[in-house]
């Protein structure tokens, strides 16, 4: 497999727009509203201090929060995030409509590799994952893909960002589930790293809160794990997933309003706690199976829902995390294909900054398969191929080189066709088979899922990420309960 080493991304998009002006401007306004009117539940006590103390009408546990707050909160949050990798090529700056993909999820069940038979993610599968994602170059950052079920969650924090940091030069992302593990982690990256300063200048992680569950309540224990992460000054995601017809209203606008209120909402919590907190809004939109009430992440909707919230992140001038690339499928088959490539062209062409479960996920994120990020790889290659778009310019429009070939002719040995061939097309790695039958069938016959775990094979035999420095790995070691 050729490994192509200088990652494209951070591309613009914003070329496609499924809202028009008119149409952000009312879901923004009817947020203000539910907020103003309806208000969210707020059980955890420090948050209501934040939140009564700053104007807001705290009556019991109902929290309603005034526009000139949520308006003086969007204006506090940086509008320009950067997520470090170890090595700088994989720095994301994350703005405006610039465009990075990767992976994500908390899968509980990883396929096997050999006999496509599911097993509980371990922490070993984090490790190994991030190892594979290491060498995917169309995979941007590394988002913990699994939960792994042998740890307790008293450790699971600090052992599962080591064993992606120690696999991947790639930023790495994950949720968190405690505030000694929050401090932990932040106490080993700043060793990496080498001083706290250092770390908040190019955090090499960030955290992911689910602090909202859907409609409009807090979760109260994550909104503590919330404020921690904001006074620890490291990128923290406002992650909320509401599903239309279940537990958002069935029509899409309304989901987005409500989903817009709740992510408001948790802009001015993190604000209030540490004035200028790093953050990305989270909003992950999705739809009910009206049959079955099961959420669907492969749906049409799913795309477009979430292209539309990109929009919203652009319109408040912050950084965006949402999703794309999920499928229904059980296997990496036609259905895992054409469900992802939908969604991810869409969030991709809408310009979302950060968008996860864009590889590896299967199931709607209740398992990953190594071949399934294998072939997400070339998906996303091809994604960000589109959203680089078509360069006009009097060099690209060839009007010498039509006329120096002229009718009848052909461009093959055209020095302007060898200038141009390897920049202006994508180049998908053996996953995608470009030969005639005849040569396939003597290369085996065999199909893009195969092929995928071919390559998939290859990457964890053979390539070695970037380790940590020893001093800093043996630091670690010492210091920490490490498992792996």
């Not at 899922?449 to 380790?467: F, S, V, Y």
Request: glycine share 8%.
């Amino acid at each position: 497999m050729a490994r192509k080493r200088q990652p494209v991304k951070g591309l613009v998009g914003g070329q496609y727009k499924p809202l028009t002006d008119e149409q952000v401007q009312r879901i923004h306004e009817a947020a203000l509203s539910v907020l103003e009117r309806t208000g969210v539940q707020v059980e955890e006590p420090e948050a209501r201090r934040l939140f009564q103390e700053a104007g807001a009408d705290v009556t019991d546990d109902r929290v309603r929060l005034p526009r000139s707050l949520v308006e003086d909160a969007v204006d506090w949050a940086p509008s320009r995030v950067v997520l470090a990798g170890r090595d700088p090529k994989w720095d994301l700056e994350l703005e405006g409509a610039r465009v990075h993909i990767g992976t994500g999820g908390a899968a509980l069940t990883v396929l096997d590799l050999e006999t496509g038979q599911p097993h509980p993610a371990v922490l070993r599968d984090v490790a190994e994952l991030a190892r594979l994602v290491d060498a995917l170059d169309n995979i941007h950052f590394y988002l913990v893909p699994v939960y792994p079920t042998d740890m307790g969650k008293e450790n699971v924090d600090i052992n599962q960002y080591y064993a992606g940091l120690a696999n991947t030069t790639k930023h790495v992302q994950s949720g968190v589930y405690s505030v000694q593990g929050i401090r932990d982690t932040v106490e080993m990256c700043e060793r990496i790293m080498g001083g706290a300063d250092a770390l908040r200048e190019r955090p090499i992680v960030s955290f992911i809160t689910c602090w909202m569950v859907s409609p409009l309540k807090f979760a109260t224990d994550v909104t503590t794990l919330l404020i921690e992460t904001c006074r620890q000054r490291i990128p923290v995601v406002l992650s909320a997933a509401p599903m239309a017809g279940s537990t958002a209203p069935v029509t899409l606008a309304g989901m987005l309003a409500q989903l817009t209120a709740e992510q408001l909402s948790g802009v001015v919590l993190t604000q209030l706690a540490q004035r200028g907190a790093p953050l990305l809004i989270g909003p992950i939109p999705a739809t009910a199976d009206m049959k079955t009430g099961r959420y669907l992440g492969g749906s049409a909707e799913f795309g477009l829902t979430n292209a539309a919230m990109a929009q919203m992140g652009q319109f408040y001038r912050l950084p965006l995390y949402n999703s794309a690339g999920m499928t229904d499928a059980k296997l990496p088959d036609v259905q895992a294909g054409f469900e992802k490539a939908m969604s991810a062209v869409l969030a991709a062409l809408a310009g979302s900054n950060f968008i996860h479960h864009a590889a590896g996920m299967l199931e709607n994120m209740s398992s990953v398969a190594a071949e399934q990020f294998v072939i997400d790889n070339d998906i996303l290659g091809m994604v960000m191929r589109v959203v680089r778009g078509i360069e006009v310019n009097d060099e690209t429009l060839a009007l010498d080189v039509i006329d120096e070939v002229g009718p009848g002719g052909h461009y093959l040995m055209a020095k302007h066709t060898l200038r141009h061939m390897r920049s202006e097309f994508y180049y998908p790695s053996d996953v995608v088979d470009r030969q005639g039958r005849d040569m396939w069938q003597q290369d085996g016959a065999l199909d893009a899922q195969e092929r995928a775990r071919q390559i998939a094979r290859d990457i964890l035999a053979n390539h070695q990420p970037e380790p940590l420095d020893p001093d800093v790995e043996n630091w670690i070691r010492g210091r920490f309960d490490l498992k792996i």
